[in-house]
């Protein structure tokens, strides 16, 4: 995984948690919301971290192997 994967899977995380956040801020104000649809929101705002943490934790171990490899 490269460092600009790594950038993406951040920015569509960030992405995903900031509409759900905007959509849980329209559900409290006079905005129409829909339970539907704030599910589907919180289930991509938690996909788009888990792969974020998957990729993070797979560069982490990949990192580690390079490690020791080249002692």
Do not use: I, N, V
């Amino acid at each position: 995984m490269t460092g600009g994967d790594l950038a993406r899977l951040e920015a569509e995380a960030r992405y995903h948690r900031e509409r759900l956040s905007l959509y849980r801020a329209r559900a409290y104000g006079s905005g129409t919301t829909t339970p539907a649809r704030l599910r589907e929101l919180e289930r991509d705002a938690e996909f788009a971290e888990l792969r974020l943490q998957t990729a993070r934790e797979q560069d982490t171990s990949r990192r580690k192997e390079s490690a020791w490899a080249s002692r």
